[in-house]
């Protein structure tokens, strides 16, 4: 016991040897420091360019998209005019074998319906549409009259046809028959800006008969000029897509992107706001950790 | 009182104990600095990456199209043609960032020429790229 109080007593008053103690230990502090700064960094820079390096995308299809997915109604048809016999909205949404019926009312014996549909601007934004398109597929009992489509215009207030490709109307055959209007350029008029649309069914005019209609199909969709990609990572890594590029001989043209696509999967990518050009061109994917994918087309 | 101030032997030890402290904090200080300094170039010129996304051949100008892929700041300090220091419009990009680098160069068509980008910290990337025809 003594010895020890005699030692630490010895060693405080000894200041050269308690310097010397200090500065070693801040040099080690200091050592560890630098080391372990510059050790972490770099093995997070290798960490980032092994990463790159396990990247492997590649575009394995473009194809150019003129037309949107159908959009049906989501609700049951008003009945202005005539009523329901049978069926249901649900059966207008597909091209199938089940069918919405209805019936001209008694004299003056017409029939007029109509659906609300919307678009959908969160993949088809109102900027990349170019017209709209009404398809019916229907089948009635008396061949004897003509059918319209017409769609709410929003800056009329009132249903009509104007500056549609078509406004003779139909004329059915016997069996089920498909009609298809454009709404050309005017479709804006047609389409609120929220995507919404009304579009009104009727008969050419009031007739001698009632006639029944089974209507099979009724649908809008939107005219576009866009790009399907589809892209196929074939590394171990999730990839985040950033850019895209589409050049040609003319023009290089860049296209924000934020698209994942996980390790070993095939994923479409559609983009209605990118336009392929005429004759030869090449598009470029870029990844955010810096890998490029190509693909030369046209 | 009187007693301590007249005993110089006592004052003294405190005295050079409290300086000795002084002066390792001090030097401590000046050292962490330094270390945070020069520790912290060395990381930035490891952090440094970046990609040429598009290089495109226009009428008396090629221009390039930078991405910031790494974890710091790149400020793009020359471009080089074939080894020819070009003079650029200096380009700063932060991480994630992406911008286009235009220099004014007389291009031949059907020609391949070798672009290096060099940064302030001297990261490069250098790649061969064919004019069109």
């Known amino acids: 016991m003594r010895i020890t109080i005699s030692r630490q007593r010895s060693f405080s008053q000894d200041r050269r040897g308690l310097s010397n103690l200090i500065i070693v230990v801040l040099s080690l502090v200091i050592v560890v420091v630098i080391v372990s700064n510059v050790f972490l960094w770099s093995y997070q820079m290798n960490q980032l360019d092994w990463e790159k390096m396990q990247e492997t995308l590649t575009i394995s299809n473009i194809a150019r998209i003129t037309r949107s997915s159908w959009f049906v109604t989501q609700s049951e048809y008003k009945e202005n005019k005539g009523n329901r016999t049978s069926g249901s909205y649900l059966d207008t949404q597909v091209v199938d074998s089940s069918y919405e019926s209805f019936k001209e009312s008694s004299p003056p014996r017409t029939l007029d319906i109509n659906g609300t549909f919307t678009i959908d601007l969160a993949n088809y934004s109102l900027a990349s549409i170019q017209s709209v398109e009404i398809q019916l597929r229907y089948r009635v009992d008396d061949t004897g009259e003509k059918w319209f489509l017409k769609a709410y215009n929003w800056a009329s207030r009132a249903y009509s046809d104007n500056g549609f490709n078509s406004t003779a109307g139909h004329t059915p055959a016997s069996g089920w028959n498909n009609y298809a209007v454009n709404l050309t350029n005017q479709w804006r008029s047609y389409v609120r800006n929220d995507g919404k649309m009304f579009v009104k069914v009727q008969d050419q005019q009031p007739d001698s008969t009632r006639t029944v209609i089974d209507i099979d199909f009724l649908g809008v969709r939107a005219v576009v000029n866009g790009v399907l990609f589809t892209f196929q990572n074939k590394g171990s890594r999730t990839t985040h897509l950033v850019s895209i590029w589409v050049n040609n001989s003319t023009q290089h043209k860049r296209y924000s992107a934020d698209a994942f696509v996980n390790s070993g999967e095939t994923m479409s990518y559609q983009r209605v706001d990118v336009s392929l050009p005429n004759g030869q061109y090449a598009v470029k994917v870029i990844t955010e950790r810096g890998n490029t994918a190509t693909y030369s087309g046209g | ?133």
């Not at chain 2, 101030?5 to 050079?16: D, E, F, H, K, M």
């Not at chain 2, 170039?41 to 970046?50: A, I, K, P, S």
């Not at chain 2, 226009?58 to 892929?69: C, H, P, S």
């Open chain 2, 1 to 133: 009182m009187l007693k301590m101030w007249r005993n110089n032997r006592a004052i003294t030890p405190v005295l050079s104990n409290v300086l000795l402290i002084v002066i390792a904090v001090a030097g401590m200080s000046i050292a962490t600095t330094a270390t945070y300094i020069i520790t912290g170039n060395l990381r930035e010129t490891m952090g440094e990456r970046f990609i040429a996304e598009d290089v495109w051949f226009t009428t008396g100008k090629i221009a390039v199209y930078l991405r910031n892929t790494g974890k710091t700041a790149i400020d793009v300090a020359t471009l080089y043609v074939n080894n020819t220091a070009q003079s650029i419009t200096s380009l700063h990009l932060e991480p994630l960032n992406h911008g286009w680098l235009n220099v004014t160069y007389t291009w031949t068509a059907n020609t391949i020429y070798h672009i290096k980008i060099a940064t302030s910290r001297g990261t490069q990337v250098a790649d061969y790229y064919k004019s069109p025809t």
